[in-house]
């Protein structure tokens, strides 16, 4: 079967079966290259996550050339799958995100989903009480739509044949000053993309009678 079929069959595949498919690989096979192209459409759907105020916080460094893969590799711990995935995305969370407040809402009133004035007085109630957040706050918001974008987007290369491993670890700050990262951005993990010579361990869940409470803990 060619590459074409077998995503296009895997693109069909049931949502439950994309969940449960989804692991943590580590080991990619250093041949395989996915294409800008391509990358950026799984941004793009990974990018319908819901957001707070629906700032849509979240930035993508792409990393995907062996130099720069290469230059990473310390910074994350010498973790091989940095450098055989095809890229690593770098989930940034924009600490400024309510600038684009404005363009944000406009696009809404230009697809007919929302009237100007109604735009108007959002944008500026938002912009307003985002410049007065204490920095911890945006910071908690930006951790928190960025792990909503991070999972959509390992659903979504997971649906389309390719895998994924979410990273924490790897050293912020010496990343921030390898990758030249504005101040306003913060990274929030790493994600490798590309395609599994070797499936992610099994790992197994907590029992879910241990973990959810009905109304009271
Ligand atoms: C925030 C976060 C950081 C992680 N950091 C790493 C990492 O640096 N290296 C790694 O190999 N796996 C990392 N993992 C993957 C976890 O080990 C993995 O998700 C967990 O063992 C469950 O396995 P599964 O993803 O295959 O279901 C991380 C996961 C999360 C959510």
């Known amino acids: 079967m060619s590459n074409l079929q077998n995503t296009q069959i895997l693109e069909q595949q049931n949502f439950f079966d994309v969940i449960r498919e989804r692991r943590s690989v580590r080991v990619f096979d250093p041949s395989v290259q996915i294409s800008r192209e391509e990358i950026t459409e799984i941004l793009e759907q990974a990018a319908l996550a819901p957001s707070s105020a629906n700032l849509q916080p979240w930035r993508f460094l792409v990393i995907d050339t062996p130099e720069l893969k290469q230059k990473l590799l310390p910074i994350a711990f010498n973790q091989q799958q940095v450098i055989d995935a095809s890229a690593v995305i770098a989930i940034l969370g924009d600490l400024e ?110 029992p879910i009678n241990e973990v959810v409470f009905f109304n009271e803990i």
């Open 97 to 206: 995100s309510y600038k684009k407040a404005e363009s944000i809402y406009n696009q809404a009133v230009e697809a007919g989903f929302m009237p100007a004035d109604t735009a108007k007085s959002m944008v500026e109630r938002m912009v307003g009480m985002y410049q007065s957040l204490p920095p911890e706050v945006i910071h908690q918001i930006i951790y928190t739509d960025g792990g909503l974008v991070s999972m959509s987007l390992m659903l979504v290369a997971r649906a389309k044949g390719y895998d994924t491993v979410p990273m924490g670890g790897y050293d912020k700050a010496k990343f921030d000053e390898a990758f030249g990262i504005p101040e306003n951005y913060k990274s929030v993990m790493l994600i490798p993309l590309g395609k599994a010579t070797k499936p992610g361990h099994p790992t197994t869940r907590l």
